[in-house]
């Protein structure tokens, strides 16, 4: 296992732990859904920076909150084609929210996923890690846009004889409603 991937969960669950849980208070779910798009980075030979859009759930965690800010899931799926790269990804990312104002928050945090994924003629499903960061801002009638940008590295496998992963990067506008 690299020093990477060793270091960069290890680093994200002292910041999000530090400051200790706190279980006094239940912050409320404050469910969401948005449409998501944006353009998708992948590190994968002759596949070239194209669009991804997906959808997204989220929401508070109901079980541990950090005396300060607060935890929210992040769940979505997302779709990037374009040969010889098709990838469809399902994501779990848990940020720590910290709030600015009223209406803008901003969060930083870890993610798991399982990537679909077809290079040439062969498919292959990779586990995934990623780590983000985010922005969600607030408007009037329960409405909301946020941007998000973040890392996913991703296991190999064999693709067109070789063994070679699927790691990428994406930056995403999303667009929804609380609810």
Not at 7 to 34: N, V
Not at 58 to 69: E, K, L, T, Y
Not at 115 to 143: C, K
């Amino acid at each position: 296992m690299s020093l990477r991937h060793t270091l960069i969960p290890l680093a994200t669950a002292t910041a999000l732990l530090g400051a200790g849980p706190a279980m006094a208070d239940r912050t409320p779910l404050d469910p969401a859904i948005a449409v998501l798009g944006g353009v998708l980075f992948p590190d994968v030979p002759r596949a070239d920076d194209d669009f991804v859009y997906g959808v997204e759930l989220s929401g508070n965690c109901q079980f541990i909150q950090p005396a300060r800010g607060h935890l929210r899931h992040h769940l979505s799926v997302t779709r990037y084609k374009d040969n010889p790269l098709t990838m469809t990804s399902a994501e779990l990312n848990t940020h720590y929210m910290m709030t600015m104002s009223p209406e803008l928050s901003l969060g930083i945090g870890p993610g798991i996923g399982y990537a679909r994924t077809e290079i040439g003629s062969d498919e292959n499903g990779l586990w995934a890690f990623q780590v983000g960061g985010s922005m969600h801002y607030r408007m009037p009638s329960n409405l909301f846009i946020g941007v998000e940008a973040r890392y996913q590295f991703t296991e190999s496998a064999r693709f067109e004889g070789v063994s070679r992963d699927a790691d990428n990067m994406r930056v995403m506008a999303k667009f929804g409603t609380h609810f």
